[in-house]
């Protein structure tokens, strides 16, 4: 209740002073309002303030072993989680790198089968009886008679040779 007539009596007072305050300069209006501030602060004299140096340098932080072991396994937990996390990405571009490198070899291969397969054709095509008989004319070779064809390995023209093995036999200790 006495709150109410605080509020009713501040409220009345609002009201006259800004009726006064049309009339007033700005000066005027200025000084009253830091009148009005000053009677707020507590005390009759201004508020001071003071810088108060704190030497921190003679403080010894006490060591507290259970947060010495919380911060040893979180680091150990962290550095674990680091290296799988590394293991799987060096795996990762390790598998990316093989891809890269099979793909390589996969067309390497295919370059290879197709100059295979043009040099079987050139062989194919010079190796022809026909073309090889048509260069030996053109030289004026004829074809040998019965008995002129020597072999390098001292075998006759058209004679068959059979087979032999010979089973290589170990000295016995």
Known sequence: MATMAMAGREMA??????????GMSVAERNREMYEQQRARRRGPTPEMFFAKHIDNSRIVKADDPERRKEMRSFTIAMTMFFVLTMVYVWQHFSAIEVGYRVE???TQVELLR???????????????????????KELGLDTPLPGQVVRQDGMAGNSSVMAQAHIPVLPVN
């Open 13 to 22: 007072e609002t009201q006259t002073r800004s009726s006064q305050r049309r």
């Open 104 to 106: 390589a070899q996969k």
């Open 114 to 136: 197709e100059q295979n397969r043009q040099l079987e054709l050139s062989e194919a095509q010079l190796s022809d009886p026909g073309r090889i008989d048509h260069i030996a």
